[in-house]
């Protein structure tokens, strides 16, 4: 049975043929439905690459339901046909839509999700929040793209909401989010004001879940999302040119997240 493409890009990316390894595992049965999948650690050694990609790799066969999270056993082999895939396409050509849109569509999750971060968050989730932060700061000085960390920075506060929706629903989006985040994250790099835009913004958030305060750290995940839009719109040619826009310009080819 053909992979479907809606799990695999062009492009043959480490996680399309990781994911494409283990799909026609799953599907010749090298698995069985209720086994436990190998762990993060042990695909990661077998496959060679990074555990980015292994949870790419797995949010996809999850999508698909031929995996899924069970408590105590981490993931398992569904039974065929146990779930039905949800199917997500950005379905626009322009570069810019489609960053905006995957942009519009975390301005909704991303603000309840500080709210309920502020109301609920224990200390050492707090600490890691603030952690967050703190590796995003390391990640520019060291001049790196700090992509990784922003996402970090966010997965942080969905667990601190202590609804485990919001954390799938992160990791089932994760490879719209981070390629958006990238688009974001290059452009601003161009821009010291926008720098220091991003850095605040993520520090109010920060502190309102700190303080736990609901409203301000809603109305500080509204005002982030909201301000990465006017920075995508104030993007120059030159930004379009560079690798942010072949980054949105991948965004918008990729078809069929699920």
């Not at 004001?193 to 303080?211: G, K, L, S, Y």
């Not at 839009?229 to 072949?246: L, N, P, Q, T, Y």
């Amino acid at each position: 049975m053909p992979l479907p493409t809606s799990l695999v890009s062009a492009k043959g990316t480490l996680a399309d043929r990781v994911t494409t390894t283990l799909y026609d595992q799953i599907r010749q049965g090298d698995f069985a439905p209720g086994e436990r999948m190998p762990s993060e650690n042990e695909l990661t050694e077998r496959f060679q690459v990074s555990r980015t990609v292994i949870r790419e790799a797995i949010s996809r066969l999850k999508s698909e339901g031929l995996v899924g999270s069970r408590r105590g056993s981490g993931t398992v082999v569904l039974a065929p046909n146990n779930a039905t895939p949800f199917r997500l396409d950005i379905d626009v050509q322009d570069s810019i839509q489609a960053v905006l849109r995957v942009i519009e569509l975390r301005r909704g999750v991303e603000g309840e999700m500080a709210a309920l971060a502020a109301q609920r968050r224990t200390k050492a989730q707090n600490l890691r929040i603030q952690q967050a932060l703190k590796s995003i700061d390391k990640a520019v000085h060291e001049g790196r793209d700090g992509v990784q960390e922003d996402f970090a920075f966010h997965a942080a506060i969905s667990e601190a909401a202590h609804n485990p929706l919001y954390t799938s629903l992160l990791e089932f989006l994760s490879q719209f989010l981070q390629a958006a985040i990238r688009v974001a994250r290059i452009n601003e790099a161009r821009r010291e004001d926008f720098r220091q835009q991003v850095r605040d913004e993520h520090a109010v958030i920060a502190q309102a879940i700190t303080d736990g305060d609901a409203d301000a750290a809603r109305a500080a995940a509204l005002r982030h999302m909201e301000n990465s839009a006017v920075r995508i719109h104030a993007a120059d040619k030159e930004f379009w040119a560079s690798e942010g826009g072949k980054a949105a310009r991948h965004l918008a080819q990729v078809k069929g997240l699920e």
